[in-house]
């Protein structure tokens, strides 16, 4: 059988997604819980990898298993497995057709970001902190420029693995709700660290620093040494995938869920 889960996890409690030897990853924990209730050792694919400190609220992946069990019990069952920053929100049954990671149409983040003189002490960890107030205005005027296909070396990680900088972005969207500014981003794939570079940019022209034409300027240029410093993990959230509709997945093969807290 092939089992396709939705997976919800709080960063900061772990060490990235992907497993490392150490074991504190999000991977790492799901993998053992799952051993438990199948009673045989299973191995995740993901659509994506987030990195320590970034969370997720629709994170998807599969795993193989002789095990036949009901869905409560890859649900309910593993979560009785796992610590507190992670859950398993729903599990379906795939044919074996299905791939979490090859098979994802689009991927969807959203930074969260609070400005204001005094960083946040209960959304710590969970939210990102400028010290000034920014013009969501000029962010937004800034961002509409991301859409499009584009070459986004500017917004690239010196590590980054990936084969082509160009990626389709579908949505790049900057407005306030309460007291965060939220930043949300649709694309057919995102480069190593491209989101947290792209709220890097978008905070210089924010603050006044830059004016909104400088992200179009940095995606001509394609140089990540003319771009802003990457910005902290702390408010990045992966929260959509799209597959193709033939899945039984939850909403058709297009899962999102965005985070739920504001700030007044």
Same mark, same amino acid.
């Given at each position: ?6 997976? *919800?996890?709080? +960063? ?8 490392? %030897?150490?074991?504190?990853? !999000?991977? =790492? ?14 191995? $995740? ?5 987030? &990195?320590?400190? #970034?969370?997720?609220?629709?994170? !998807?992946?599969?795993? =193989? ?16 497995? $796992?610590?507190?920053?992670?859950? #398993? ?23 969260? /970001?609070?400005?204001?003189? #005094? ?5 710590? +960890? ?9 013009? !969501? ?10 859409? +499009? ?13 990936? @084969?082509?900088? !160009? ?39 924010? @603050? ?9 300027? /940095? /995606? ?13 993990? &702390? ?9 193709? %509709?033939?899945?039984?997945?939850? *909403? ?13």
């Amino acid at each position: 059988m092939r089992i396709a889960l939705g997976i *919800e996890y709080a +960063g900061n409690a772990f060490e990235g997604w992907q497993s490392q %030897p150490h074991g504190r990853t !999000v991977q =790492d924990a799901v993998e053992r819980a799952l051993g438990i209730i199948a009673g045989e050792s299973v191995r $995740l694919h993901a659509a994506g990898r987030t &990195d320590t400190g #970034v969370h997720a609220t629709a994170q !998807v992946a599969h795993f =193989d298993t002789g095990a036949r069990r009901p869905a409560t019990a890859w649900v309910r069952g593993t979560n009785n497995g $796992l610590p507190a920053g992670v859950a #398993v929100r729903w599990a379906v049954e795939v044919d074996e057709g299905f791939h979490a990671r090859y098979l994802a149409c689009e991927r969807s983040y959203r930074y969260l /970001l609070h400005d204001a003189p #005094v960083r946040p002490a209960v959304l710590a +960890g969970r939210v990102g902190w400028f010290h000034l107030p920014l013009d !969501v205005e000029r962010m937004a005027i800034a961002a509409a420029q991301l859409v +499009g296909e584009h070459d986004f070396s500017s917004f690239r990680a010196a590590p980054c693995q990936a @084969k082509t900088p !160009v990626r389709i972005m579908h949505e790049a969207r900057v407005a306030r709700e309460g007291g965060i500014v939220a930043f949300d981003f649709r694309a057919n794939g995102f480069l190593h660290h491209m989101v947290r570079n792209l709220v890097g940019a978008l905070v210089s022209v924010g @603050k006044g620093e830059r004016l909104p034409q400088w992200i179009g300027e /940095l /995606l001509v240029c394609r140089e990540r040494a003319r771009g802003a410093p990457t910005f902290a993990p &702390d408010g990045l959230y992966f929260c959509g995938v799209s597959y193709p %509709p033939r899945w039984s997945l939850p *909403e058709g093969g297009r899962i999102m869920t965005r985070p739920y807290f504001v700030m007044a």
